[in-house]
């Protein structure tokens, strides 16, 4: 798929931000859309919507501007049941929340990210450890992880009142929705798919190692990825946080065998 010389692809994606009371989401829509940031909690009550433009390069069809509608939910969880409905309705990505300093904070977030995914199965989700300004709680971390490796969802330690890693968050997020909302359908195993099980098959592969291997842009190996372990064929090996508070994963394969590719992947695979 490509796009005319010159012309710029428009996309809109409702992105949601999920978790429990006072972990800062509004805090880092905040920061995000406005780059400010104001101590003073203030409830959300029910949804509050936000719009940012970001521009994003997605590979075999060029420029990309995605229309981000943010909702900044309620973190109240008797609530959850009156809300899905409304903050589910026609998603496109997650951003689960929590407190890195409150291991309590990862539960509600735990709650909104199952349900989610249980409904809309293959979004894209990513975990925001907020508040890493703060003393941070390694059980919490170990939570978060756990988490991430059981959804194959990046995470991330963020601070909305520094703006660590904020920005990145959220257009990597972009990146990742307009990846899949404009790479071909992934019913389709290319051979870059099989050469992502191939090498998964000898050993656990990092993320990078894949990006090296394949040749291909990041937010095309993670599609790929992610959706190797949706259908079986990988499993997320590990999960981590960098030292600069970006995600790290690895993936293995899990054995599942490859189905024989056909037609044009087939022509493929034989000419490299």
């Known amino acids: 798929?490509?796009?005319?010389?010159?012309?710029?692809?428009?996309?809109?994606?409702?992105?949601?931000?999920?978790?429990?009371?006072?972990?800062?989401?509004?805090?880092l829509v905040r920061r995000y859309v406005l780059d400010e940031f104001d101590d003073h909690y203030v409830i959300t009550l029910g949804a509050k919507v936000t719009k940012r433009e970001v521009d994003v390069g997605i590979e075999g069809v060029g420029p990309v501007r995605v229309d981000l509608t943010l909702w900044d939910t309620?973190?109240?969880?008797?609530?959850?049941?009156?809300?899905?409905?409304?903050?589910l309705h026609g998603i496109?990505?997650?951003?689960?929340?929590?407190?890195?300093?409150?291991?309590?904070?990862?539960?509600?977030?735990?709650?909104?990210?199952?349900?989610?995914?249980?409904?809309r199965p293959g979004i894209p989700v990513q975990i925001l450890a907020n508040k890493s300004d703060l003393p941070r709680k390694e059980q919490a971390m170990r939570d978060v992880l756990s988490l991430g490796r059981r959804h194959a969802a990046?995470?991330?330690?963020?601070?909305?009142?520094?703006?660590?890693?904020?920005?990145?968050?959220?257009?990597?997020?972009?990146?990742?929705?307009?990846?899949?909302?404009?790479?071909?359908?992934?019913?389709?195993?290319?051979?870059?798919?099989?050469?992502?099980?191939?090498?998964?098959?000898?050993?656990?592969?990092?993320?990078?190692?894949?990006v090296v291997s394949t040749g291909l842009p990041p937010a095309s190996v993670l599609?790929?990825?992610?959706?190797l372990v949706r259908r079986g064929?990988?499993?997320?090996?590990?999960?981590?946080?960098?030292p600069d508070g970006r995600p790290l994963l690895s993936f293995a394969s899990t054995g599942k065998t490859f189905?024989?590719?056909?037609?044009?992947?087939?022509?493929?695979?034989?000419?490299?």
């Not at 010159?6 to 006072?22: P, R, T």
């Open 154 to 210: 990046p995470c991330y330690l963020t601070s909305a009142k520094t703006g660590d890693n904020v920005t990145a968050a959220f257009e990597d997020l972009a990146l990742r929705i307009a990846t899949q909302a404009l790479s071909e359908s992934e019913s389709r195993l290319d051979p870059a798919s099989l050469g992502i099980v191939v090498e998964t098959s000898v050993k656990p592969r990092s993320f990078l190692e894949l």
């Open 233 to 242: 064929f990988l499993r997320v090996a590990s999960m981590d946080i960098g």
């Open 1 to 27: 798929m490509g796009s005319p010389t010159g012309q710029v692809l428009h996309l809109k994606a409702k992105v949601c931000l999920l978790g429990g009371l006072g972990v800062g989401k509004t805090s």
């Open 223 to 227: 599609f790929r990825a992610e959706s």
């Open 259 to 272: 189905p024989p590719l056909e037609g044009k992947a087939a022509a493929e695979t034989r000419n490299r």
């Open 74 to 87: 309620m973190g109240e969880e008797s609530l959850r049941p009156t809300l899905t409905d409304i903050v």
């Open 92 to 119: 496109k990505g997650v951003l689960g929340v929590c407190d890195v300093s409150d291991r309590r904070s990862i539960g509600p977030m735990a709650s909104w990210i199952d349900l989610t995914s249980g409904l």
